[in-house]
Each structure stands twice: as structure tokens, then as C-alpha cells.
């Protein structure tokens, strides 16, 4: 089974923009569809974008032009560019690991998750 590890998150002011890392182990991470979800304090986890095997991508609404999701297979990693960052972005973001084929947007279609990294946007 798949490993996951979140890193990049950190304090950023409105405006400016960070790269979050979703590195795997254990397996290659281009054999899974991936997705990024993330969890404000009080608020239900929410699906931000996803990869599939193939590479095609899907963005929630609401990050669309945005956040940028991509796969480096060499590094074995997806990445999440966020731009232009709002302090409604702020929260937990995990990546996930899927094993059906096609792209899922819900919390139930995926099967593997990281431990979260933090991201907090200040006005």
C-alpha cells in the first residue's frame, strides 16, 4: 500500500502563494488517482482538485484558476500550487490516494490518506 506525506504548508499573507508536496512511498504514485482535500476548523473536509492515472485534472469550483495540481513521477509526488491565497483558505490540507479508476470528489473514494499540513493565510 502507499504511504503519503504532506509538507509545504505554512503562514502566508493574502495575496502571495504556496506549493504544498504530497510525496509517496511504497508505491508509484502515478498508479494511483490523487487528491487534495482540505479541512477548516469546524468545517466538513472539502475537496480542492485531482489527478488521475493519466494526468488529467479537476478543480473545485471555487479554486479554479487558482490552485494548480500536478505530478512530478520522477520525484514521485504531486504538488498543489496555490496562488493568490485568501484567509478563507486557511486549513488542514491532506492529500489521498484512490484505487478506482477514474477521478472521485467525495472523502469515500479515496483509501489512502496523508497526515494533513497546515496553511494559514493572514489578511
Known amino acids: 500500500q502507499v504511504q503519503l506525506v504532506e509538507s509545504g504548508g505554512g503562514l502566508v499573507q493574502a495575496g502571495g502563494s504556496l506549493r504544498l508536496s504530497c510525496a509517496a512511498s511504497?508505491?508509484?504514485?502515478?498508479?494511483?488517482?490523487i487528491a487534495w482535500f482540505r479541512q477548516a476548523p469546524g468545517k466538513e473536509r472539502e475537496f480542492v482538485a485531482a489527478?488521475?492515472?493519466?494526468?488529467?485534472?479537476y478543480y473545485a469550483d471555487s479554486m479554479k484558476g487558482r490552485f494548480t495540481i500536478s505530478r512530478d513521477n520522477a520525484k514521485n509526488t504531486v504538488y498543489l500550487q496555490m496562488n493568490s491565497l485568501k484567509p478563507e483558505d486557511t486549513a488542514v490540507y491532506y492529500c489521498?490516494?484512490?484505487?478506482?479508476?477514474?477521478?472521485?470528489?467525495?472523502?469515500?473514494?479515496?483509501?489512502?490518506w496523508g497526515q494533513g499540513t497546515q496553511v494559514t493565510v493572514s489578511s
Open positions: 511504497g508505491r508509484t504514485i502515478s498508479s494511483y488517482p
Open positions: 489521498a490516494a484512490g484505487t478506482r479508476y477514474g477521478l472521485g470528489t467525495s472523502e469515500s473514494w479515496y483509501d489512502y
Open positions: 489527478i488521475n492515472r493519466s494526468g488529467a485534472t
